[in-house]
């Protein structure tokens, strides 16, 4: 129950475990089209483009800070956490001219202060994490998408600890690009990024070939391969590959929908229970994940309920990250947790809670 990875079900397992076949194996290619279908669907992205390739999810922050800026641009990237503050170091790293808005830790980012903010200034992109897996906080990612593009804009969505987890539909919010990882709510093993492109974007990212300035993660040579997944650009991870298709296969079979209120139940069901016990959530109220939740533990006590959890229980969860690691746990309900799974959670909790008088 870390944020990611996730757990994997028994036939994603086994996929991974077949005879090796090669990146442009008939078989292989069939299946990757069917990947980018799968894909697709769990973006809700009928109008746009559609990229899955090796890597992690920063490589999807990295690619699509490329395919946007050129150096000298002025972005504006929202904090609300962890992510935030990773994607204004990498477009720095691209030159871009970086302001960030913050927001307080545990609150979500704000559609009125972001209009304010982009009001009669030429900001080139606008970049948002939609679940900060650091805070725990899920953004209103449709009313900040709306003001980026109201102000002439890119909006760039950093969805990887909520698709498949949490709604998020690329064709009705408008945004130019969104991305994920492979690891988390879809529940296939880490290495593959699933990108979104819109139609607008696209045709801005052919008219700058020539000027992204990265090899590996450039979109317009993975453009190639996803147009005809039989080109070679560079060796996928096949089998990474092959589980993230059954993943999507089991998402499909689930149903986005389902999977979204699956989510929510049992986020819901692990949040009451560890407020009743008398815990307070990170999160504000208005803004809380449905694939993930913080919760505050006394000063210190954080390492010691985690330990517990995993020695007494066989709970992994995480811990905050920076400041924040030894005083807040981070228990991740996404990908295939089951109901039963969410209230074990709860009773274990409770238990360590008790044993430690935390
Ligand atoms: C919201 C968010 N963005 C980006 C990343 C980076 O992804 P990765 O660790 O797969 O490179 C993470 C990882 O947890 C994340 O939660």
Known sequence: MVPGPTNLSVKVREVMSQPQVGHTDAGFVQE??????????????????????????????????????????????????YFGQRMAEINQCYGAEVEELTFPFGSCADPDAVRKKLAGRPFKAVYVTHVDTGSTVCNPIEGIVKEAKAAGAMAIVDGVCSVAGVELDFDRMGADLAFTGSQKAIAAPPGAVLMAVSKGFQSQLEAKKGKVRTYYANLLRWKAVMDDPRTYFATHAVQVLQALHEALREVDEEGLEARWKRHAVNAKTIRNGVEEMGFKLVAGADCRAGTVSGIWTPSGAAPEIQNALRLGHEVDVARGLGENNPKMIRVGHLGNLTEKEARYFVEAFGKVARSLDA
């Open 32 to 81: 990757f089209s069917d990947t980018l279908r799968l894909a697709r669907k769990v973006f809700r992205n009928d109008d746009g483009y559609q990229y899955v390739f090796t890597g992690t999810g920063t490589l999807g922050m990295e690619a699509a800070v490329a395919a946007a800026v050129e150096p000298g641009d002025k972005v504006l990237v929202l904090n609300t956490g």
